[in-house]
């Protein structure tokens, strides 16, 4: 699955060297930044955080958070935004950075930071002495005051910063923008070994096999050589009272022609999706992903899943739960499972679609997707079916090509839930349904308290194709049904009908193509906001949900 996912892999490490590179405080060099920060005025600020407040219920607290605001923004110039600069020298490990702000009243804001701090202001270059004891130095120019903990710094200020935020304040209320051409080869290499040495960690601390990790290490060296590749990066979050969303937008852009631009190329120009009936209002999830992939490293798919069987083999032969043959059968369904992974990647293609219906003491999930040699998968299920039936056979009723639609051969497995598991039966009730669809290209499954009708109803489905590649929808409201029917919570009665009167439940993931690069943005609509309030009167009213 790892290689499925590799771009958006991609784009996760690239946000993981970003907070590395700053959380470590490396810079660089002079005398263009190689991350700029954006604050969005003061003013539309404000106009956010009031909308926020209404949204949650606490429309009361707005008078005494205006005031505070004002307050410590006295002399600032709330209708033009302020900034960061991080710049990046050599390979000195200390940062230097430099905070502008726009002012209408330097003396006004000096007055202001004089209430908190002890300030200097006898010469051009101020200083503004904190309690911790760090000291801070301030000039004035133009309309903007610039404040950096190195005085050096304020010899070589922009002319415009403005200029340096682009169109992030215009989009976001904070935002940052990293100039991955601006970062030196030595950093980047760090921030490879950085994340390289986590890894090893995480494979130590999980027992892996010594023999191992060599390759596994290896193997993700490659993955995160991407980081090299990397061109820009910028991120920003927003709340938008017209649209009635908050959001936050990732962006990520290789260079032209590198590995990292042709992997993201796969997300334009796909086909469409064959399991767009799976996206659905009405379900607590939905997702669709459909797009191409690089097929260049498809020769290493192979090698990554031997490894990956042979450390899961590995820690079952230490538990000791199975015998010889047990493994045998269990080493020959990883096998094909791990061939048909690689069968698909060499395809070139991904699609899949799925999702969860919930409601009132009723749950049902169905996914469907395309892969290489649906046969095999079967063959695979029928022994690992084989192999749970002999070693539980009460607790399992297994009913292999019960069905058949539209060409898809149906198996479904009955599991019964043991009357002294009493939470898994409030949640799923005494029987779980399992269901294995195999078809020509595509692979079916399914679980649930009767997942046939809505796996039926997904397949006969003609949604619209999603206009993403890649889309997750999730959705509150019946989620909480769910789980209020399950619970029997007051208090999430209570949540569920304050978002059914608001009627704004859902949460949103996606990404598509840019040109080399990949834009992703997950956002909330803000009827979820109003749960805060519900919640407080809940646990006020000692009605606290227990989940």
Not at 67 to 73: C, G, V
Request: charged fraction near 25%; hydrophobic fraction near 40%; glycine fraction near 8%.
């Amino acid at each position: 699955m790892k290689t499925v996912c590799k771009s958006i892999f991609t784009s996760c490490l690239a946000g993981m060297f970003t907070l590395v590179a700053v959380a470590t405080s490396y810079a660089q060099s002079v005398p263009e930044p190689a991350v700029v920060i954006s604050l969005a005025p003061v003013k539309e600020q404000m106009n956010d955080v009031n909308y926020l407040v209404d949204a949650s219920g606490f429309g009361q607290a707005k008078f005494l958070i205006k005031s505070q605001i004002k307050y410590i923004t006295n002399g600032i110039d709330t209708k033009r935004p302020a900034g960061v600069l991080l710049y990046f020298e050599g390979d000195n490990p200390q940062p230097r950075t430099v905070i502008f702000l726009p002012v209408k009243d330097f003396d006004e804001l000096l007055d202001t930071v004089s209430n908190v701090a002890e300030v200097d202001d006898e010469d051009d270059v101020i200083k503004i002495l904190p309690s911790n004891g760090e000291t801070l130095y301030a000039v004035e120019k133009g309309d903007h005051v610039f404040i950096t903990m190195d005085e050096e710094s304020l010899s070589e200020l922009p002319e415009d910063p403005q200029s340096m935020l682009g169109d992030m304040p215009s989009k976001y209320n904070l935002a940052a923008h990293v100039y991955g051409g601006r970062v030196p080869d030595e950093l980047r290499q760090k921030a490879v070994d950085l994340i390289k040495d986590g890894y090893l960690d995480s494979l130590q601390n999980m027992g892996t096999d010594p023999d191992q990790i060599d390759q596994q290490i290896a193997d993700f060296e490659e993955q995160i050589k991407a980081i090299k590749d990397i061109d820009e990066i910028v991120f920003g979050m927003v709340a938008d009272e017209e649209s009635h969303k908050m959001a936050m937008e990732f962006t990520v852009t290789g260079k032209p022609g590198s590995k990292v631009a042709k992997s993201y190329a796969g997300f334009a120009n796909a086909d469409p999706t064959r399991f767009a009936g799976f996206m659905n209002d009405a379900a607590a999830l939905d997702y669709n992903m459909c797009f191409n992939v690089d097929t260049t490293d498809a020769d290493k798919i192979g090698p990554q899943m031997d490894t990956m069987i042979e450390s899961m083999m590995t820690e079952l032969d230490n538990d000791g739960e199975f015998d010889d043959e047990e493994m045998d059968t269990i080493r020959s369904a990883a096998v094909q499972i791990a061939e048909v992974v690689e069968a698909t990647f060499k395809e070139g293609r991904i699609d899949s679609g799925g999702q969860l219906l919930m409601g009132e003491n009723d749950f049902n999930f169905v996914a469907g997707g395309q892969v290489a040699d649906p046969k095999k998968v079967e063959s695979a299920a029928k022994e690992l079916i084989g192999l749970v039936g002999e070693r539980a056979a009460d607790a399992f009723k297994v009913n292999l090509d019960f069905a058949s639609h539209n060409g898809v051969t149906m198996h479904e497995i009955i599991v019964n839930i043991p009357e002294d598991e009493e939470e898994l039966q409030d949640f799923v009730g005494s029987e779980l349904v399992l269901l294995l669809g195999i078809g020509d290209k595509d692979v079916y499954l399914a679980a649930g308290k009767n997942p046939m009708d809505t796996l039926k109803a997904a397949m006969d489905g003609t949604g619209v194709a999603p206009e993403f590649p890649v889309i997750y929808n999730l959705r509150i409201t019946p989620i909480l049904e769910f789980a209020a029917s399950t619970t029997g919570q007051p208090m999430l009665d209570g949540m569920v009908d304050k978002l059914k009167e608001v009627g704004r439940d859902k949460m949103t993931v996606y990404s598509k193509a840019i040109e080399n690069g990949l834009f992703t943005r997950m956002e909330m609509e803000d009827g979820a906001l109003s749960l805060i309030q519900e919640a407080m009167k809940g646990m006020q009213g000692g009605g606290g949900a227990e989940f």
